[in-house]
């Protein structure tokens, strides 16, 4: 943005015609318009009374005009400065010692980027199907390297015990889980009753909790309860599957 668009955008920003500045600064209103069309240029008791005008300062007027941008501060970055000036000989060293914290953590990401190892997940050793204990988070799993198998997003893994959920997920697979929040017809993994279950989701508007097997031919592994039921119920996070549509909505 050149300088007389940024004069522009500032009287515009204060809302400001360009009549009111033009006798604010005691100059013609063709005058103004050339200053905002950079026609022309301000002489240097009238920019002085314009940097009063706009209620700015050279830095934000001209910042783009300089070939040494770095040096020139932003109107964050101005604000920042303030703050700090502000703060107490205490509260300045340490928002030094966090900057170096940042700046030094950032040193360490680019040195490492390239020697970078590969990301893990955990993989819960409870099997998710049904009539087994909750998984111990921080001790019940092992690591598996997220490798070009795994989806990017995965967060964790579970593998999956019986067919309820077949074809989609088969007996003895592993199903990759995030915490994306969960979406009618979402597959998540759940504790129902200490139980955990992989299961498709669905809540109606009266409240009731419909939890499906996507192997419709084990309806009767299906969960049904009500918010008055009494049970309890934990999401541990959404699979990652393209599921198919609900039963009788498709």
């Not at 300089?66 to 020139?72: A, D, E, I, L, Q």
């Not at 909750?134 to 015990?161: C, K, M």
Request: aromatic letters at 10%.
């Amino acid at each position: 943005m050149k300088f007389g668009e940024r004069i522009r955008a500032r009287r515009e920003e204060l809302g400001l015609s360009r009549a009111e500045l033009a006798r604010t600064l005691g100059v013609t209103l063709s005058a103004v318009s050339n200053y905002e069309k950079s026609i022309s240029f301000p002489k240097e008791e009238i920019i002085l009374r314009l940097f009063d005008c706009l209620q700015t300062d050279p830095n934000t007027l001209f910042q783009d005009s300089f070939r040494s941008g770095k040096t020139v501060l932003t109107q964050a970055e101005r604000s920042l400065l303030e703050h700090y000036r502000g703060l107490s000989p205490m509260g300045r060293e340490t928002v030094r010692s966090v900057v170096d914290a940042l700046c030094a953590y950032r040193d360490d990401l680019e040195e490492g980027r390239a020697e970078q190892s590969p990301r893990v997940i955990p993989l819960y050793r409870s099997p998710a199907a049904a009539g087994y204990a909750a998984p111990v988070f921080g001790e019940d799993f092992d690591y598996i390297q997220v490798t070009d198998g795994v989806p990017q997003a995965a967060e964790f893994a579970v593998r999956i015990q019986g067919d309820s959920m077949s074809p989609w997920i088969v007996d003895g697979s592993v199903a990759y889980v995030n915490h994306d929040p969960l979406k009618a017809g979402d597959v998540g993994i759940f504790c129902v009753d200490g139980d955990i279950l992989c299961k498709q989701y669905f809540k109606d508007p009266a409240g009731m909790v419909y939890l499906f097997s996507l192997n419709r031919a084990r309806a009767d592994a299906d969960v049904v309860f009500g918010p008055e039921s009494g049970r309890t119920l934990a999401c541990f996070g959404r699979v990652i599957l393209h599921a198919p549509p609900l039963p009788g909505k498709d």
